[in-house]
Nanobody
Framework: QVQLVESGGGLVQAGGSLRLSCAAS????????MGWYRQPPGKQRGLVAT???????NYLDSVKGRFTISRDNAENTVYLQMNNLKPEDTAVYYC?????????WGQGTQVTVSS
């Protein structure tokens, strides 16, 4: 049984920072590229960042230079460091493999950025 549990969200003022964590159980973590996704209010869920097993990363253009994805294979955890947050970053953030698999969506963690 694979489970992904996101944490670390919260309410922050514009310009602030948050660090999201995604703890993975099961064997998928070390096999797959992992991704962070987000779903803003009233919008579809979309990809924010990915990281493969070699540590290569890719980012949505709007978060480049502000967000950093990383992974700790020993701890089966993937992180998303978010700096200089903007109100448009407000969303529920999820982790999943990349490409995503519907079996692995968790509850997500809410990030709210006030102006």
């Amino acid at each position: 049984q694979v489970q992904l549990v996101e944490s670390g969200g919260g309410l922050v003022q514009a310009g602030g920072s948050l660090r999201l964590s995604c703890a993975a159980s099961g064997s998928i973590f070390r096999i797959y590229t992992m991704g962070w996704y987000r779903q803003p209010p009233g919008k579809q869920r979309g990809l924010v960042a990915t990281i493969n097993n070699d540590g290569n990363t890719n980012y949505l253009d709007s978060v480049k230079g502000r967000f950093t994805i990383s992974r700790d294979n020993a701890e089966n955890t993937v992180y998303l460091q978010m700096n200089n947050l903007k109100p448009e970053d407000t969303a529920v953030y999820y982790c999943n493999i990349y490409p995503s698999n519907n079996r692995y969506w968790g509850q997500g963690t809410q990030v709210t950025v006030s102006s």
